[in-house]
């Protein structure tokens, strides 16, 4: 399980690498760390911390890197892993395989819901901002100032609303990967 922890969070680093050096209008900025977990090699060596912010792990690239043997460059404002040992999860035919792979599939099924769920609840947070702003009027000198707040939370709420689109198609497709891998086990059973 921790090995898969090594993984997902490699994987996630990978694809995400650069977003500590995110631009203004990131939806990390602002975002509530959700939790904190302990990062761990498969022998118990902790490589770090992980805060859960919008239901996505971020881990210390650095530690990461060293832990999984990948090699860590930095390019002006771009972190590049590469050349890592880890693993990727495929079934051989043996039921430990199906099993690993099965448990892979319902974490990101769980990460993908936890996702959705976080993205809406920050469009529910989001429209009630849009309620504050139109409730308290002079907290903006102008109308311009007024109307493009109420733009900027109206933009957020868009990007969130895409965010559930593509984790509910992402969910999608892992629950049908699930099902798959359901029915290879039991055709192997037979």
Known sequence: MKKKIIIIT?????????????ATNSPLIGAKVQGLFTVQKSDGTKIGDAVIINGTAYAPVRS????TGATLTVEGKKIIMSGNNTTSVETTGKSSDYSEKKSYLEYKIRAAESDIKSAQGAIKGLEGSIETVNKYPADYPTDQQRIDALAKIDEMIKVKQQVILEKEKELA???????????QEAEEGK
């Open 10 to 22: 490699t994987a996630a680093l990978m694809v995400g690498g650069s977003i500590g050096f995110a």
């Open 173 to 183: 497709d892992l629950q049908e990967q699930l099902t798959e891998v359901d029915a």
């Open 64 to 67: 990461v890197s060293d832990a």
